[in-house]
């Protein structure tokens, strides 16, 4: 049983910073793509970046897109989402989730499922960040 632990999330105003950490349980995550994703009250959750553990490979959405980065640190099982020139609509409840590559699925299809379709096998407890001044 995968487990993740998100941190790093806090109050920050308009145009500034924030990383956000998910720590993984399993050591290496070679077999998973992970992803972040954000929820705010009475909307759907959504995905904002998700990232191939084997190769690197990565995507954004379109409102995060030259402003996020996500990366991972695969030794310590750890994948961070950088966010810069934080907006008031940034605000939300930030998840990871994991989703294990399955026979005959090439990455880029698993990147798919995950960030488009939400299909996860795990989530995260999420944290809070808040943009306000």
């Known amino acids: 049983q995968l487990q993740l632990v998100e941190s790093g999330g806090d109050l920050v105003q308009p145009g500034g910073s924030l990383r956000l950490s998910c720590a993984s349980s399993?050591?290496?995550?070679?077999?998973?793509?992970i992803g972040w994703f954000r929820q705010v009250p009475g909307k759907e959750r959504e995905g904002v970046s998700c990232l191939s553990s084997r190769d690197g490979t990565s995507n954004y959405a379109d409102p995060v897109k030259g402003r996020f980065t996500i990366s991972r640190d695969n030794a310590k099982s750890t994948v961070y989402l950088q966010m810069n020139s934080l907006k008031p609509d940034d605000t939300a409840v930030y998840y990871c989730g994991a989703a294990r590559i399955r026979e005959e699925e090439t990455w880029d299809l698993l990147l798919a499922r995950l960030c488009v379709g939400l299909e996860t096998d795990y989530w995260g407890q999420g944290t809070q960040v808040t943009v306000s001044s």
């Open positions: 399993e050591v290496p995550l070679d077999y998973y793509a």
